[in-house]
């Protein structure tokens, strides 16, 4: 087994990724840490076993309770963090330092600018006893979203269109908005970053099932309400490597419109995907004008499990899952980031592909 800390306590790191690890045979929960020490305490006092669980904090200071402290610990090899937006890349940096292997929250950073920073850095570690360093985005292990990959990849035929489109209201008591620092985001895009990359992750495997990419894009962007600083809503035309377009639209800030689909239209059918429904029109024995209509049904999942048994062996086998690499994560980062770009500049233009 893999000892392994979770840093970060609020909502998410509470809800979804403790009992992820603990559900993990591979991996052993041997601590946690939060900033606060009122946080980290109440993140270990929701473990299966507590007592087993040592609790990390900066503040206050307490000797031997630092997360430096925590990083020294010979028996924890891995660290799974989730931490605000902001706070991520620098801890990445000092957990790697310490030779910990790491699974880091999307966004892998706040901007392109700064995932690009991060990346360098660690690739010129070079590779001998490098630590592994993942980055979670739970969408690409969501069972009913491969499933819709794998109808794509059978259906075949040449990509003629796709869309995005996710709709939605944050309440004022809806518990991530009630984070302090999603309320009031130092970090662009607000919700649209910090949700919409798992929108933009689930388009992008959806197309490279059907193996294209998004190139190019050019949207508008809104900001509905108010309280949803600094902006909630963009739509967007994007554009393929072979120039065929599809549409995007992620909206925080609809109140009386809700509902996520993503949809690739090939030139032997369609695949349309929500997180717990996929529906498939194809021809027929690949061939003719008859149709076959299928639609399949999965229970909801996070996909948050998932991620966590693709990263314990990854370390276990010594190399990182494709679907975690921070390149893909900077893909889904850069595709969110030129759409607000866009919609910020009056519906610019712009190019994808660092």
């Not at 909502?11 to 052993?28: D, K």
């Not at 880091?104 to 630590?131: F, H, R």
């Not at 294209?212 to 509905?224: H, M, N, P, R």
Request: proline content about 3%; glycine content about 10%; aromatic content about 8%.
């Amino acid at each position: 087994m893999t000892g392994i800390a979770l840093l970060g306590a609020g909502i998410f790191a509470g809800e979804e990724h403790l009992p992820a690890i603990e559900a993990c045979p591979a991996l052993t929960l041997k601590a946690v840490y939060s900033r606060s020490q009122q946080s980290a305490e109440a993140l270990a006092a929701a473990s299966k076993d507590p007592a087993s669980v040592a609790v990390y904090f900066d503040r206050p200071a307490v000797e031997g309770k630092s997360l430096a402290d925590l990083l020294q610990r010979d028996d924890i090899a891995a660290v799974d963090i989730v931490l605000p937006i902001l706070h991520q890349p620098g801890v990445v940096e000092q957990a790697l330092r310490a030779g910990k292997h790491v699974l880091s929250e999307k966004p892998v950073a706040g901007d392109v600018e700064g995932a690009q920073k991060l990346i360098a850095w660690y690739e010129g570690l070079g590779t001998a006893n490098k630590p592994l360093w993942g980055v979670a985005e739970n969408w690409r292990y969501v069972e009913s979203l491969r499933y819709a990959a794998q109808r794509v990849r059978e259906m075949g035929g040449t990509l003629v269109t796709f869309k995005l489109h996710k709709y939605g209201f944050v309440k004022s008591d809806n518990k991530y908005f009630n984070t302090e620092w999603r309320k009031t985001p130092e970090y662009q895009g607000g919700f649209l970053l910090d949700g919409g990359v798992h929108f933009v992750a689930g388009l992008r495997f959806l197309l490279a099932a059907a193996g294209q990419d998004i190139k190019q894009l050019v949207g508008y962007s809104a900001l509905l309400d108010q309280r949803l600083i600094p902006v909630d809503t963009v739509h967007a035309v994007a554009i393929t490597q072979d120039g065929k377009s599809g549409t995007i639209g992620i909206s925080f800030g609809t109140e009386f419109k809700s509902g996520m689909e993503i949809e690739v239209v090939t030139t032997n059918g369609a695949v349309s995907w929500d997180t717990t429904v996929v529906k498939t029109v194809a021809r027929k024995g690949g061939s003719g004008d008859e149709r076959v209509e299928e639609t399949k049904e999965f229970p909801y999942s996070s996909g948050v499990t998932a991620e966590l048994g693709a990263f314990a062996k990854a370390v276990e086998a010594g190399k990182l899952d494709v679907l975690q690499t921070p390149l893909e994560a900077l893909k889904d980062l850069e595709i969110l980031q030129r759409l607000l770009e866009s919609g910020a500049g009056g519906a610019a233009v712009k190019a994808i592909g660092l």
